[in-house]
C-alpha cells in the first residue's frame, strides 16, 4: 500500500471513530455539586438525575445531621434542560482543582459521571467558568430553591 493511501485510510478512520459526547434524555448521567467551606462553617450537595433532585444542607460543627434536607422529582421537561444546559465534551476538558478549604476557605465542586464517564472539578466559590456557566446557573437556580 502507497504512504499516501495509507495516511488518507488512517485519517477517514480516525474522523469516524471520534464521536462527539451527546446527552439524551434517556441517559444514565449523575451531575453532583456543592460546596464545603472551612472553620465547619457549612457545606451542601445536590444530586440530580434523571428521575430526582436530592439536596442537603449542613453546618458541620453543630451536628452532622443536615439543616435542610429535601427531594424532589425532576420532570421530563427539566431534564431535558438540564442536559441542554450541559456540554460534556467541555466539562471534561476542565482541570480545576482548587483548595480553598485547606487554608478555611470555600471551594465549590460539580462531577458529572454516567457508565462511560466520570470527572470532577473543585474551584472557589461563587468562580464563574465560561464554558459551564449555563449549568453553574441551573445549580445556583436549584440551590436557592432548595434553600426556601
Known amino acids: 500500500m502507497k504512504p499516501v493511501s495509507f495516511l ?9 471513530s471520534c464521536k462527539k459526547s ?3 434524555p434517556n441517559n444514565d448521567l449523575i451531575i453532583k455539586a456543592g460546596f464545603v467551606c472551612g472553620w465547619g462553617s457549612g457545606e451542601d450537595s ?6 430526582m433532585i436530592k439536596y442537603a444542607y449542613y453546618i458541620p460543627a453543630k451536628s452532622f ?5 429535601k427531594t424532589r422529582p425532576i420532570p421530563d421537561s427539566e431534564w431535558t434542560e438540564i442536559l441542554n444546559d450541559v ?12 483548595c480553598n478549604i485547606c487554608v478555611d476557605g470555600c471551594d465549590e465542586w460539580i462531577s458529572i459521571q454516567d457508565d462511560k464517564i466520570s470527572h470532577k472539578i473543585t474551584f472557589g466559590k461563587g468562580s464563574k467558568i465560561d464554558t459551564i456557566s449555563r449549568l453553574q ?3 445556583a ?8
Do not use: C, G, H, W
Not at 488518507?8 to 469516524?16: D, G, P, R, S, Y
Open 87 to 98: 456540554n460534556l465534551d467541555d466539562f471534561i476538558k476542565l482541570n480545576y482543582q482548587s
Open 8 to 16: 488518507i485510510l488512517t485519517a477517514i478512520f480516525v474522523f469516524l
Open 46 to 51: 445536590m444530586e440530580i438525575s434523571q428521575t
Open 65 to 69: 445531621t443536615p439543616i435542610i434536607n
Open 137 to 139: 446557573n441551573k445549580i
Open 141 to 148: 437556580e436549584l440551590r436557592t430553591e432548595f434553600n426556601k
Open 22 to 24: 451527546e446527552l439524551t
